[in-house]
């Protein structure tokens, strides 16, 4: 019989580590928290040194039970829970629900990073006992959040409607959100144009080449900011003689990303697979915990997922740059192994960075063993890896630019000065296996590479190219542009991005129609009572000071019940205040539309699915109906109305009004003018263009009225 015990979190962790231990060990799991804060009253007592009043959970007392059971026989127990502070106060809750002796010689907590023989049997031949400072760190979080929570619920609930929240990093999450939608609502845009000059050596006309107009003659910037000018500007171009004023070659080199951090895997995952926080995290834990691969059995594929280091040990240093030596030759391995330093104040550096555990263990190879979802995760996971540790990439880039002079006459017209730039990859180094992706989801010009040109020589002219554009309010944010500024600000930490995207879009303060974050009604209003009411809560410069705070503790530099004083007395001071203060927000609005039993007026409410139509006369007529969005778009299979709608995982679509009859839907916003190519569908695409369904059409939908009213302007 087994004689030692061992307790994870999951049941997948318990069945890889019962593989690596063997007999003599039971693998037992906790299934998480075994204790928490009871979700009936706000568990905490203030006056008494913020002292929290913990619960099993009824859904947990079997399990506790069961280990309480098993510790009773075990000559040894072992905490094996995850190593950062969630999982060192998910192996203090154990200690204390299952009534473990603490401190004594058979109580011992065990920390890895990657789940294999060699991680793990090291780990459990150097325990440990529980460290306080990251329980301490990890209570005083979780009693702050609790505070913010269960005070401030309340009042929104009886301000603005009942199933509101608050929370220190969501509510600065929305704060973001709706300052970005107003600076967006509040940008002017601005015509200008980009002139592009076609022109080829002598006698070389298959050799032509665009370059753009930069400058004029004495290299003052030119700004062309009308059709009026751009045309004056064309004409003097077309009569120009064109040589070539300099010609600059250099060699550019190109670094690798470093490996992933939970914040930057998020990031490109979203990016290149355009998977959310959410379900990145859920796969990165399937493939850290342990998946049955062939004749391994069950081992785990990455490092531990929730880090915010870049550190990697310095035998999968060594590993990796066997790996790419073997593969892609020496030519691809750097002299030395390149570390990565993360710029980040709060970095905890003891932490590794995300990657596979095995290098030589290569996604082909795994491909048989994983789903779609799992498979792709770690290609990019292990991509990142090797590439990190791959020799630059070389770039010949080639500036070349270019005098246009007028033609003779009295009154010489003004002289211009065009520019034109190739990259060609001389090696490419990291890039033969991965390259990041961009925020703005676009990739960077392979411009073709330029004729051989020297200076002096006169140039062929071939043509003008001018395109009107407009300047661009700043992007909506993604999950990944958003996960990467809450980083920057300091704000949540690796274990808190992904429940905070989900809360946000789960309480309805945001919605995602396009992939980009827009605040709902609703989160602007309660964006705007905090921001009014409880300023530091929204403060992103006073919610990154409580995270170093957290960070202070769990070095053990700072006392956790001081720092929830410091906290609490203004913050109740306020609460006070807002509650006398506040005025009933009326959420109540006229839909436009009559009730089909008694005539009067259907207003728009909001209930615990949504907006729907209910009669003004309740109590006395409790009409009610769904509500429904239209585009003033028709549908092209049926003519009905093309509406928004909600699916069951909460993604809007727009589909026909005639459902069920009539199936037609799309995942973009229809626009109501046909596609002025072939009378089809429209629907938005990025900014004020739209794209038909049919043909493919691009088409500009800004307002022409509104625009020349901002340009006037």
């Known amino acids: 019989m087994a004689s030692k015990l061992v307790i994870v979190e999951s049941p997948a962790k318990a069945r890889t580590l019962g593989t690596i231990l063997g007999r003599s060990y039971t693998v037992k799991a906790s299934l998480g928290h075994v204790r928490d804060l009871p979700k009936s009253s706000l568990g905490v007592d203030v006056d008494e040194d913020f002292a929290p009043g913990y619960v099993i959970p009824p859904g947990k007392k079997k399990v506790v039970g069961e280990i309480k059971k098993a510790a009773v026989t075990a000559k040894s127990i072992y905490l094996a829970t995850d190593p950062d502070r969630e999982g060192e106060a998910i192996s203090w809750h154990l200690v204390q629900?299952?009534?473990?002796?603490?401190?004594?010689?058979?109580?011992?907590?065990?920390?890895?990073?990657?789940?294999?023989?060699?991680?793990?049997?090291?780990?459990?031949?150097?325990?440990?006992?529980?460290?306080?400072?990251?329980?301490?760190a990890q209570q005083a979080r979780r009693i702050l959040d609790r505070l913010v929570g269960y005070k401030l619920s309340p009042l929104l609930w009886r301000k603005v409607q009942r199933g509101l929240s608050a929370g220190r990093v969501q509510s600065v999450a929305v704060r973001m959100i709706v300052d970005r939608e107003r600076e967006i609502e509040r940008f002017v845009r601005q015509e200008y144009w980009v002139i592009e000059v076609e022109l080829a050596p002598p006698r070389r006309k298959g050799e032509s080449f665009k370059a753009r107009l930069f400058a004029i003659a004495d290299g003052k910037k030119l700004e062309i900011a009308s059709k009026d000018h751009a045309d004056k500007v064309r004409a003097e171009l077309e009569q120009a003689k064109y040589a070539v004023k300099a010609v600059a070659t250099k060699q550019v080199t190109r670094l690798p990303a470093p490996p992933f951090i939970t914040s930057t895997l998020q990031q490109e995952a979203w990016r290149k697979l355009r998977f959310s926080a959410g379900r990145t995290m859920a796969l990165a834990q399937q493939l850290y915990e342990g998946l049955t691969i062939g004749d391994e059995g069950s081992v785990g594929l990455i490092t531990y997922m929730r880090t915010d280091s870049t550190h990697v040990a310095a035998s999968a240093l060594s590993e990796t740059r066997e790996f790419i030596g073997e593969k892609y030759g020496a030519q691809f391995v750097p002299q030395k192994a390149r570390s990565f330093a993360r710029k980040s104040k709060w970095a905890q550096e003891a932490h590794e960075a995300i990657r596979p555990t095995r290098i030589h263990r290569q996604p082909d190879h795994v491909r048989p063993f994983l789903n779609s979802a799992q498979l792709k995760l770690y290609d990019l996971i292990w991509k990142r890896m090797v590439a990190s540790q791959m020799s630059a990439a070389l770039f010949d880039t080639t500036t070349v630019e270019v005098e246009a002079s007028a033609a003779g006459s009295k009154k010489k017209p003004q002289g211009y000065l065009l520019r034109a730039t190739s990259s060609v990859v001389?090696?490419?180094?990291?890039?033969?296996?991965?390259?990041?992706?961009?925020?703005?989801?676009?990739?960077a010009d392979n411009a073709a590479a330029l004729p051989e040109l020297k200076v002096g020589v006169a140039l062929t002219y071939l043509g003008t190219w001018p395109e009107q554009r407009f300047t661009e309010p700043p992007p909506r944010y993604t999950e990944a542009t958003l996960i990467k500024a809450l980083e920057q600000k300091g704000i949540g930490r690796p274990s808190t991005y992904a429940p905070t995207l989900s809360t946000i879009q789960e309480r309805e303060y945001v919605s995602k129609p396009d992939g980009k974050f827009h605040p709902t009604e609703l989160g602007t209003i309660v964006n705007d009572i905090l921001i009014a009411h409880f300023p530091t809560i929204v403060d992103p410069g006073f919610t990154a000071g409580m995270e170093e705070q957290l960070d202070e503790i769990a070095q053990g530099k700072h006392e956790w019940v001081a720092a929830l004083q410091q906290f609490y007395p203004p913050f109740q001071d306020t609460l006070d205040k807002a509650w006398t203060n506040l005025e009933k927000v009326n959420m109540v609005q006229d839909s436009g539309e009559t009730c089909p039993k008694c005539g009067r007026a259907m207003v728009i409410k909001v209930g615990r699915f949504g907006k729907f139509l209910a009669c003004s006369g309740y109590p006395d007529c409790k009409t009610t109906m769904s509500y429904v969005v239209k585009t003033g778009a028709s549908c092209p299979e049926c003519g009905g109305d093309l509406v928004q709608k909600i699916s069951k995982k909460k993604k809007v679509f727009y589909g026909c009004s005639r459902y069920p009859q009539c199936t037609f839907a799309v995942n973009r916003r229809p626009v109501a003018q046909p596609c002025p190519a072939c009378g089809k569908l429209l629907v938005q695409t990025r900014g004020d263009w739209a794209k038909c369904v049919s043909c493919q059409s691009r088409v500009d939908i800004s307002d022409p009225e509104k625009r020349k009213e901002e340009v006037a302007s």
């Open 97 to 136: 629900a299952a009534k473990l002796d603490q401190g004594s010689a058979r109580v011992q907590r065990v920390v890895f990073h990657e789940i294999t023989s060699e991680a793990v049997k090291a780990a459990f031949q150097d325990p440990r006992g529980i460290n306080m400072n990251l329980v301490n």
């Open 426 to 443: 001389k090696f490419p180094g990291f890039m033969a296996v991965y390259t990041e992706g961009r925020d703005d989801d676009e990739r």
